[in-house]
């Protein structure tokens, strides 16, 4: 009798020893990109790559998992900035450096909302605005708060900007004129008179000023602590 082993006999099944984490990630991507964060499943990540469900086990922990890596993917996508010492200049820096790789695939981006991270390169983005507004003299409670407010900020203008209807932009004139009439007819005197304004969306203009009220707001709020009390 040969000796004993406990090696797997043959090969493994097509697709499994192409796995990573890194394959996982973007398999996950396409499900979010197609039909959403709610599609996602162990099962429906499997589809996509061509292997049993159980076999992502070795990678992720489960949905969990698999929300927690795409999360990761898009926060670590971000290039930060370097510090200046302006805390408007540098959150502005870092509002922009989440663009970009948030855009790329927005529904995913919402994930930032609701997930709770701990990898390093998860929290990079969220030790940057906070030492930011520690170094503004923010206590670290407020300074969270500050923190989930420009994010829900920043994640709800790039979500709007992705899903308006092609009517809804700048570029179908026509489908922008129809909105203008019906707007403008409505009756309603407010609406009416916004109808020119109301029928158009240009997503980078209103990404600058949604970042730009934010941290109006922010460095109004910074400035009252700083100010003496009278």
Do not use: W
């Amino acid at each position: 009798m040969g000796p004993m082993t406990t090696a797997r006999r043959g090969r493994p099944p097509k697709g499994e020893s192409q796995l990573s984490r890194d394959a996982i990630v973007r398999a996950t991507l396409r499900v979010i990109d197609a039909d959403g964060v709610a599609a996602v499943s162990m099962r429906a990540v499997g589809r996509v790559l061509g292997v049993d469900a159980k076999s992502l086990y070795n990678h992720v922990d489960g949905k969990d998992g698999l929300l927690d890596a795409v999360t990761e993917h898009v926060l670590g996508g971000m290039v930060l900035p370097g510090r200046t010492g302006d805390v408007r200049a540098d959150l502005r820096a870092i509002a922009y450096a989440f663009r970009e790789p948030a855009l790329a695939h927005p529904e995913a981006a919402a994930l930032v909302l609701t997930r709770q991270l701990g990898s390093l390169e998860a929290l990079a983005p969220v030790e940057a605005v906070l030492a930011v507004l520690r170094d503004a003299g923010c206590p670290a409670e407020e300074s969270v708060h500050l923190l989930r407010m420009l994010v829900a900020t920043l994640v709800g203008a790039l979500l709007r900007e992705v899903n308006a209807g092609p009517t809804y932009g700048t570029t179908d004139l026509a489908g922008i004129a129809q909105r203008r009439a019906v707007l403008a007819g409505s009756g309603l005197p407010a609406v009416a008179s916004a109808a020119p304004y109301l029928a158009r969306f240009d997503g980078a203009a209103e990404y600058e000023f949604a970042v730009d009220l934010a941290l109006d707001a922010l460095v109004a709020r910074i400035d009252v602590r700083r100010s003496p009390r009278r």
